[in-house]
């Protein structure tokens, strides 16, 4: 199956400020997802990005606080804005297979607001 | 509110034994079901998914489906200590392409 890396794999953040999340797929994919995993918690959908238009958000997120881009069907970026140390959490992209609805995880991106 | 409940644990098992890990999921709709192993630090890993009522097996790894209970499990034969970590139940919603996630049930298999 395709590889899927993020960059950063970790940071370390002031709070007020912003940091963007990369996540790049070595093939074309349809479907790619954004998740928050808190401590200790599951994962949560924040939300599908979609290739040439807007995100789907899901309920408790907004494009304001963590707008995405899908430039195109390989590469998509998470940012989280004005951070605040409840922010501080993994954050993971998938892409998904649409016949198998099967999604495959990048390694995550692990954030500490301070 | 669609929901995936697993038991949180620890599931503490010998090394050698079946380790049973448990599912249960509210959407009546949904149609495919996923086991992700997540160690921790690191980023869930799909190990199983099942699609119809019944077992599927995969090497030491049997999925088992019931859809009208609404329960999925996953059996470990011959449980190994890296076998320890979190196991996450996933359910796609209804038809759709989004997946909901239990919060995990961890595992610890003792030498």
């Known amino acids: 199956s395709a590889v899927i890396s993020q960059k950063p794999s970790r940071d370390i953040c002031q709070r007020g400020t912003s940091l963007t999340i990369q996540c790049q797929v070595d093939?074309?994919?349809?479907?790619m997802f954004w998740y928050r995993q808190q401590p200790g918690q599951s994962l949560t959908l924040i939300a599908t990005a979609n290739q040439g238009s807007e995100a789907t958000y899901e309920s408790g997120f907004v494009i304001d606080k963590f707008p995405i881009s899908r430039p195109n069907l390989t590469f998509s970026t998470l940012t989280v804005s004005n951070m605040s140390p409840e922010d501080s959490s993994i954050y993971l992209c998938?892409?998904?297979?649409?016949?198998?609805?099967?999604?495959?995880f990048g390694p995550g991106t692990r954030l500490t607001v301070l | 509110q669609k929901e995936v409940e697993q038991n949180s644990g620890p599931l503490s098992v010998p090394e050698g034994a079946i380790a049973s890990l448990n599912c249960t999921y509210s959407?009546?709709?949904?149609?495919?079901f996923f086991w992700y192993r997540q160690y921790s630090g690191k980023s869930p890993e799909l190990i199983m998914s099942i699609y119809s009522n019944g077992d599927k097996e995969d090497g030491r790894f049997t999925a088992q489906l019931n859809k009208a209970s609404q329960y999925v499990s996953l059996l470990i034969r011959d449980s190994q200590p890296s076998d320890s970590a979190t196991y996450l139940c996933?359910?796609?919603?209804?038809?759709?392409?989004?997946?909901?996630f239990g919060t995990g049930t961890r595992l610890q298999v003792f030498p």
């Open positions: 998938s892409f998904g297979t649409p016949s198998t609805d099967t999604q495959y």
């Open positions: 996933a359910v796609n919603e209804g038809r759709g392409d989004k997946l909901i």
């Open positions: 093939s074309q994919v349809t479907m």
């Open positions: 959407d009546r709709g949904s149609q495919s």
